[in-house]
Nanobody, 121 residues
Framework: QVQVEESGGGLVQAGGSLRLSCVQS????????VGWYRQAPGKAREKVST????????DYADSVKGRFTISRDNAKNTVYLQMDNLKPEDTAVYYC??????????????WGQGTQVTVSS
């Protein structure tokens, strides 16, 4: 069985930084695409960033380009989302999703429980 777990959320002031971690257990992460999504109260789920299975392709939502960086360490079965210069509009629950071939299909096999990020003004 595959399990995905996010961590690293918290409360920060505008302009601060956080680093989120996504750990997959049950199967090695090396062959999996990974995506970060977020959802704020009253809003639709939004794709934040994705990274291909080999790390060769990364993509970002326009709202976070230049501020967020996605990376992976397959030896640790972990993907990171470094978030710098945070803004109040970044406040949301952040979810990690994994899957094989998911970048092409936009369908993710495994989801974590989410971690709360709150940015105060």
């Amino acid at each position: 069985q595959v399990q995905v777990e996010e961590s690293g959320g918290g409360l920060v002031q505008a302009g601060g930084s956080l680093r989120l971690s996504c750990v997959q257990s049950g199967r090695t992460l090396s062959s999996f695409d990974v995506g970060w999504y977020r959802q704020a109260p009253g809003k639709a789920r939004e794709k934040v960033s994705t990274i291909s299975w080999d790390g060769g392709r990364t993509d970002y939502a326009d709202s976070v380009k230049g501020r967020f960086t996605i990376s992976r360490d397959n030896a640790k079965n972990t993907v990171y989302l470094q978030m710098d210069n945070l803004k109040p509009e970044d406040t949301a629950v952040y979810y990690c999703a994994t899957g094989i071939g998911s970048l092409l299909l936009e369908k993710w096999a495994h989801w974590g429980q989410g971690t709360q990020v709150t940015v105060s003004s």
